[in-house]
């Protein structure tokens, strides 16, 4: 295996791996390079199990040896081994979850051949913060829905945060970025979707009531986490609906309330 030492955090190679902590800029220069960070050494296993292709892993030397197998299947694949010190100047934080791997980032799906056989879709609305976004996900894989829609100002599901708040699920639950939105309320329906927003509406009815109708197929919106589902999804959604409160408390955080609102509604 070609494990290369580094000697200094201003190594030309590594670039890949410079300014992590930077989430901002990460989000925007990630996906033009091709490419996205597997943090931890289960989330690289799972990335990899799912058929990702490697470009390099970045490690302490005291991950080398948990690491072997994987770096020998992959001799052609460079491993950079530095000090806790050096590592943590190049990417901006203390690396304590094992290994990092930048992988080729895969060839985006198509919305539309991902519904083809989906019966329960989850559609994530302008949701920036990476910790809701890789627990929705991490919901969606335990609960039974069978893909994800994000619109176009969704945070990516691939930041490093977001996949390893997902343990790596976002690896297992199909899922592809809508072009537009809301009109991409229109390719839902044209498969046949029924499509349902969370919110607190007037008319909105308890999640128990639309899931003792057992839809066909049905597409569920989460709004963003401050605003809530927006006024044109709502007024192009089919129904609205809510998860039942005490008094005195009006919603749950949307990571908490996907769950909820996963098990309640999948396909039976």
């Not at 201003?10 to 091709?34: E, I, W």
């Not at 690491?67 to 000090?83: M, N, R």
């Not at 919110?199 to 597409?219: G, K, M, Q, S, Y």
């Not at 569920?220 to 986490?225: A, D, K, R």
Request: no cysteine; hydrophobic share 50%; proline share 7%.
């Amino acid at each position: 295996m070609p494990v290369i030492r580094l000697e200094s955090s201003a190594d030309p190679r590594v670039a890949d791996y410079v300014a992590l902590s930077d989430a901002a800029l990460r989000q925007r220069t990630d996906p033009v390079r091709g490419l996205y960070i597997a943090e931890s050494s289960k989330v690289l296993r799972r990335a990899l199990a799912a058929g990702h292709v490697p470009r390099s892993f970045f490690l302490a030397e005291k991950w080398l040896d948990g690491l072997a197998d994987v770096l020998d299947a992959h001799p052609d694949v460079p491993a950079f081994v530095g000090s806790p010190g050096v590592l943590e100047e190049i990417t901006g934080f203390h690396l304590h979850r094992g290994a990092l791997a930048a992988m080729n980032r895969p060839e985006p799906r198509d919305p539309a051949a991902l519904l083809a056989g989906a019966r329960r879709v989850a559609i994530l609305e302008d949701i920036v913060d990476h910790t809701n976004l890789g627990a929705i996900f991490r919901s969606a894989a335990g609960l039974g829905f069978d893909a994800v829609l994000v619109t176009p100002r969704s945070a990516d599901p691939l930041y490093r945060r977001s996949i390893r708040v997902s343990m790596g699920t976002v690896f297992q639950v199909p899922w592809a970025r809508l072009d537009a939105w809301p009109e991409g309320l229109g390719l839902l329906r044209g498969h046949g979707f029924v499509v349902a927003a969370m919110e607190l509406t007037e008319d909105a009815v308890p999640i128990d009531v639309l899931a003792a109708e057992n839809p066909p197929r049905l597409a569920l919106v989460l709004g963003t986490e401050g605003a809530g589902v927006s006024p044109a999804a709502l007024a192009g959604a089919d129904r609205t609906v809510l998860v039942p409160m005490r008094p005195g408390v009006d919603s749950l955080n949307v990571a908490a309330a996907s769950a909820v609102a996963f098990w309640e509604l999948r396909a039976r």
